[in-house]
């Protein structure tokens, strides 16, 4: 069974962090959602959520991919915490997955994991960044190699069925998006 680290900040986009771990959770894929500090999260939108434990508690624990949620000041708040950093980076060297929705694709920027390839975000947050060797795109969902990136709250249906076909195949993922009535 895949295993999926979801980080959660003060200020995360709360449609794609439960979108994403609906989805994956549906797929039969591990989901721990972790806190940057202990005690629940509120939202974007005022909503609170209550991460399974703290990104301390599962730092050296192992993951098949790690799934950054948007949303503002969120995605800033996952930019400045240099263990999202070192566990993206970690990943990556592992040949894991790393993947960020809507404002978070920045966090992946600010890793290094987006050199030399194609991604998408929420508009105008890698479009304002200095990436001269990131193919900045327009599509919902973007995965190039082992790095998959999406737009906002609209595409994080998309871009969760994307992690469960990179993760668990095609198969999977067309079974859970039968059972959604798409």
């Known amino acids: ?25 549906r797929a039969d894929i591990e989901v721990v959602t972790a806190g940057l ?3 629940p999260v509120k939202a974007s939108r005022g909503i609170t959520l209550v991460p399974d434990t703290t990104l301390d508690a599962v730092m050296d624990q192992a993951f098949d991919m790690m799934v950054l949620p948007g949303g503002l000041p969120g995605a800033d708040y996952l930019d400045a915490d240099p ?10 060297q592992q040949g894991k997955f790393t993947a960020a929705i809507c404002a978070a694709p920045k966090v992946l920027a600010g890793a290094g994991l987006l050199q030399g390839r194609r991604a998408t975000s929420y508009p105008g947050v890698l479009d304002n960044m200095d990436l001269p060797q990131v193919d900045v795109q327009l599509e919902r969902v973007i995965s190039d190699d082992r790095v998959i990136t ?13 992690l469960i076909e990179q993760l668990s195949g095609r198969e999977t993922r067309d079974q859970v998006e039968q059972g959604l009535v798409r």
Do not use: Q
Request: one cysteine or more; aromatic letters at 2%; hydrophobic letters at 45%.
């Open 83 to 92: 263990r999202i950093h070192e566990m993206l980076k970690r990943l990556n």
């Open 1 to 25: 069974m895949a295993r999926v680290l979801v980080p959660l900040a003060e200020g995360c986009e709360e449609l794609e962090a439960v979108t994403i771990t609906d989805l994956l959770t």
């Open 150 to 162: 999406s737009r906002g709250p609209g595409t994080a249906m998309d871009f969760a069925l994307e």
């Open 37 to 39: 500090k202990d005690g």
